[in-house]
């Protein structure tokens, strides 16, 4: 299983970007979970956003409600974090995860997920 991310860059505050995240040798379906977490410079990996299995409903850290939208396109086997409005606190390497069985109590949790990608970086400038 693969997950590769893409997308990230620098980008002044204010901005947008759009992170794209292709997975591969997972049936990806929608009976699949896919997140995204960040981790900042000196922290620890946090959780930004998720589309839960089945419903597709969609979950947000406060920090980023309003502001970024996840979407996937399981034709392409592939999902997004649009991102919108940056501030230099949304500066972090940014990682796509997925997991097939994951419950909804556990959707924020990284130890929830099995699949990993490998980070892209996204920089935010003042």
């Known amino acids: 299983v693969q997950l590769q991310a893409s997308g990230g860059g620098l980008v002044q505050a204010g901005g947008s970007l759009r992170l794209s995240c292709v997975v591969s040798?997972?049936?990806?379906?929608?009976?699949?979970?896919v997140a995204w977490f960040r981790q900042g410079p000196g922290k620890e990996r946090e959780f930004v956003s998720a589309m839960f299995r089945n419903t597709g409903r969609q979950y947000y850290a406060d920090s980023v409600k309003g502001r970024f939208t996840i979407s996937r396109d399981n034709a392409k086997n592939t999902m997004y974090l649009q991102m919108s409005s940056l501030t230099p606190e949304d500066t972090a390497v940014y990682y796509c995860?997925?997991?097939?069985?994951?419950?909804?109590?556990?959707?924020?949790?990284?130890?929830?997920?099995?699949?990993w990608g490998q980070g892209t970086q996204v920089t935010v400038s003042s």
């Open positions: 040798g997972l049936t990806f379906s929608t009976s699949t979970t």
């Open positions: 995860a997925a997991s097939n069985s994951l419950i909804l109590s556990s959707m924020r949790s990284r130890s929830a997920y099995n699949y």
